[in-house]
Antibody, heavy 117, light 109 residues
Framework: EVQLVESGGGLVQPGGSLRLSCAASGFTFSGYWMSWVRQAPGKGLEWVANIKTDGSEKYYVDSVKGRFTISRDNAKNSLYLQMNNLRADDTAVYYC??????????WGQGTMVTVSS | EVVLTQSPATLSLSPGERATLSCRASQSIYSNLAWYQQKPGQAPRLLIYDASNRATGIPARFSGSGSGTDFTLTISSLEPEDFAVYYCQQRNNWPPLFTFGPGTKLDIK
C-alpha cells in the first residue's frame, strides 16, 4: 500500500524549532520529488517546499525562506522539514505529499504544529 | 507569481444536480492545473491532473476542462459524498513552485 506518515508536530513557543518527518512506503521514494503543504486552521492549502529526487534542488515559498529547510534520506525512505524561528502564523497541519509531475497524488494524514506561548 | 481565483466561494446544490466549479489563473498556465477534494479532518485527494485527466480511482462523474487561464471542474450528478471543499492548484514550469486557489465549498442545499 502506498503510504505517507508524518510525525513530529506539537506545541512550540514563538522563536522555537521543530523537525517534522514523513515516512514513505509502497513506492520507490527515491524516484519522486516530494513536497510539504500546510493548512492553517479553517484556511486553505499552502505549498511550503519541495525537493528533487536526489536532494540536489530545493524550493520554498517566500514566507519560509531562511527559516525552514527541507531534506530527504532516500536510504530511509524519509522526508524532513526543519522549522526554525517559528511564528504564530506557521500554526497549521503540515502534510507531506508525493509529486506526480504537476500535481500531488499521494498525501499523508498530516501533523499539527501549534506555535504559541 | 501565478494567482488562482476560484468561484463561487460557496455552492449550494442538491444530490443529483450538476456542479460546475471555476478556477481562473492570473496568467496562462497551459494545462498545468490539478483539482483536489478535501473533506473535514481529511487530507486532500487528487481528482484531476493536467486539467482534464482523472486520477486513479476517481469516478467518471468528475471531469475537468480548460487551458490557459480558465478551468472548470464538473461533477455531473452529485452524490452525498461529494459535498466537500474543492481546491485547484498549479505548478510553474520553472522553478517548480506551486500555488493553490482559495477553494470552493460545495454544500448540501
Amino acid at each position: 500500500e502506498v503510504q505517507l506518515v508524518e510525525s513530529g508536530g506539537g506545541l512550540v513557543q514563538p522563536g522555537g524549532s521543530l523537525r517534522l518527518s514523513c515516512a514513505a512506503s509502497g513506492f520507490t521514494f527515491s524516484g519522486y520529488w516530494m513536497s510539504w503543504v500546510r493548512q492553517a486552521p479553517g484556511k486553505g492549502l499552502e505549498w511550503v517546499a519541495n525537493i528533487k529526487t536526489d536532494g540536489s534542488e530545493k524550493y520554498y515559498v517566500d514566507s519560509v525562506k531562511g527559516r525552514f529547510t527541507i531534506s530527504r534520506d532516500n536510504a530511509k525512505n524519509s522526508l524532513y522539514l526543519q522549522m526554525n524561528n517559528l511564528r504564530a502564523d506557521d500554526t497549521a497541519v503540515y502534510y507531506c505529499a508525493k509529486s506526480a509531475a504537476t500535481a500531488f497524488d499521494i498525501w499523508g494524514q498530516g501533523t499539527m504544529v501549534t506555535v504559541s506561548s | 507569481e501565478v494567482v488562482l481565483t476560484q468561484s463561487p466561494a460557496t455552492l449550494s446544490l442538491s444530490p443529483g444536480e450538476r456542479a460546475t466549479l471555476s478556477c481562473r489563473a492570473s496568467q496562462s498556465i497551459y494545462s498545468n492545473l490539478a483539482w483536489y477534494q478535501q473533506k473535514p479532518g481529511q487530507a486532500p485527494r487528487l481528482l484531476i491532473y493536467d486539467a482534464s485527466n482523472r486520477a486513479t480511482g476517481i469516478p467518471a462523474r468528475f471531469s475537468g476542462s480548460g487551458s490557459g487561464t480558465d478551468f472548470t471542474l464538473t461533477i455531473s450528478s452529485l452524490e452525498p459524498e461529494d459535498f466537500a471543499v474543492y481546491y485547484c492548484q498549479q505548478r510553474n514550469n520553472w522553478p517548480p513552485l506551486f500555488t493553490f486557489g482559495p477553494g470552493t465549498k460545495l454544500d448540501i442545499k
